[in-house]
């Protein structure tokens, strides 16, 4: 970091004795996110919690979403993530879904292993189970659906979870085989149909015009 | 308990002072299934950890399996479940699959709870894991798949575990709506369909013979 950028940094913390630390701020927000949940959590009161200008915050992450996306580590913007899922044939988006998928478990063991964890913490924990409502499925899923145009969001959105999860229990948590040791070809042709039925199929309550 | 019944089980047990308890057998087996696992506990192995002679289990139990059901306290015995799944139209038998499935979670919340619980269980204890794996995919599931004389039963079996737990993850662990409130007639709607295809649909690696 240059010396510019390390006397900004200081410049906009309110601790000027020592300059405010990124991973610092980082564990606050995980703290603050696990306390309050996603949706009630704000810039201003994870900074607070850090001891640091909001503006700090905000320089060093934007909005409140990469602030979540740092927190959890994860390889990818999840809305960069969604706007590919949404680009392209309409009748392979599952494809594209579950390949986004597979590629953040798979890109490396620790942020694959952090998504784990969090799916093992949600089966213990309110806090990351609300995390998991809140962020992953209204914040990232509901919204990529909307995008599609599809029928029920809501409903579609909790129907792709679930099949996240269970893919994920039965390849990482519980181990079941073949799925546990299956290639991505072999993953793809068994579950992009789901995905694809579940995005922009038939619903039950689905006014018949919207049906595709 | 009729006397001539009490004197029966006193007879069959090998410690004659105290008459063997079914329920001290039943937590034997428990304690025994966790440690050593579904395929590897045996009958005799149980009796010797709850201090009765193997006769005496099969007197109340009859086999393993049984003796698993009831360790478990599955509401139903679920090899008559997958008896009652198997038998009826081929193109119908995800319906009748998720039905069971449904039935069992709603039975009482007491046996309901049981299963969450294992699901629970699984996901924070290798134990519990590996009893998913070999008494509900191995014993039940893969059976039931190869009753129907569908291509890879280990792929479809696991296939259809990972929708089990999925759905039990949305509707009782992490509770998304709207699948954690929906009614049958909307989870049979939505996730039919996906146990057909899996149990019955083309697979990977399918002979094109075998495809229906």
Known sequence: MSL??????VRLGRTPGSPPNREAILEAARAYFTEHGYEQATIRGIAAAAGVDPALVHHY???KDQLMVAALKLPINPHDAVRQIVTGPADRVGERLLRQILAVWGADSAAGGALIGLIR???THDDAARMMREFFVRELI???VEDLGSSQPRLRAALVAS???GLAMARFVIGIEPIASA???VLLACYAPTFQRYLTGPLPGDKAARRR
Chains 1, 2 share one sequence.
């Open 4 to 9: 510019a950028a390390r006397r900004k940094r």
């Open 61 to 63: 992450f934007g909005s």
């Open 121 to 123: 913490a949600a089966v």
């Open 142 to 144: 509901v919204p990529l």
């Open 163 to 165: 099949q996240v999860m």
């Open 183 to 185: 290639e991505t070809k």
